[in-house]
């Protein structure tokens, strides 16, 4: 045999290991987006997301159950087991390097929207401040290594309003929107949803100030957001109303909420960054 073909074989059964680990992958997606789109039928929910913590055999793909789980934990207020979560979660397995050697997060990004923003948002909204303090105990090791990673910068601001710190996050949530956000690092696919966070967040602090009357241009991300059941849980989070065009106004306190499959389908492997190097 020559060497030629040597290689070709060897370049063969390269790209079917590589096409049967990416099946195997995306396999490992659908099935955490199925469990995540039954967040509102509690065993449902627990039962799937425990299984595939325990038999998945990935230990990326574990530990993104693990943060999910977190997310349906604090969903559901079952806060007896919560700490144990924390604790069993590797972030480290979350977090790759990128060819120059810096922390890279895009393959995982979604998990570190529900570590970041999804999970404080619904512990916010519980009041769970014990709970709350103990994710930012788990994930403080890394903001140093992730200060460039816009999940991690949206949330702090996110936590700056709920602790009502500094300018409650208004000039990191108005930069955002005016797509002023060179030098950080971001998923395509998520930078629409940061957006409407920020803008929602924005809206809250205006009805805080009683000036949401003044700004209509919050008006048409709101009503977008809300149109998502990821944007129901987070309204409700922080007990914002948005006005619907077919009645006065529309509340989101119903149970029969849209799948949350926003942020748990893969992520594009190239990730933005507006900054000229």
């Not at 425990?50 to 789980?69: L, Q, S, T, W």
């Not at 992730?146 to 602790?163: I, T």
Request: charged share 30%; with cysteine; proline share 2%.
């Amino acid at each position: 045999m020559s060497i030629l073909n040597i290689v070709l074989y060897i370049m063969m059964f390269y790209f079917i290991f590589r096409l049967f680990s990416t099946s195997k992958r995306n396999g490992k997606g659908k099935q955490l987006i199925d469990i995540v789109a039954s967040i509102n039928h509690h065993d449902e929910f627990f039962e799937g997301i425990n299984d595939m913590i325990a038999n998945c055999g990935d230990p990326v793909y574990e530990n993104k159950a693990r943060v999910i789980k977190l997310w349906g934990q604090s969903y559901h207020k079952e806060f007896e087991s919560f700490a144990a979560t924390v604790d069993e979660l590797n972030i480290d397995q979350l977090i790759t390097t990128d060819k120059k050697g810096n922390p890279d997060i895009h393959e995982n990004e979604d998990s570190f929207f529900y570590i970041y923003m999804g999970i404080p948002n619904i512990l916010y909204g519980n009041q769970a401040e014990t709970e709350q303090k103990l994710l930012q105990d788990k994930i403080a090791p890394y903001n140093d290594r992730l200060s460039d990673k816009l999940v991690k910068v949206l949330g702090d601001s996110c936590n700056a309003f709920y602790e009502k710190k500094d300018d409650q996050g208004m000039g990191f949530f108005q930069k955002l929107l005016e797509g002023d956000y060179a030098g950080y690092t971001y998923s395509k696919s998520l930078i629409g949803l940061y957006k409407m966070i920020a803008n929602a967040m924005m809206a809250k602090y205006y009805e805080n100030e009683g000036t949401l009357a003044e700004h209509p241009e919050t008006d048409d991300l709101l009503k977008q957001f809300a149109d998502t059941g990821l944007g129901k849980r987070w309204l409700k989070a922080i007990d914002l109303t948005v006005k619907n065009e077919s009645e006065d106004t529309e509340t989101f306190n119903n149970d029969e909420e849209e799948p949350e499959s926003t942020v748990t389908e893969e992520k594009e492997e190239n990730t933005e960054k507006e900054e000229q190097e």
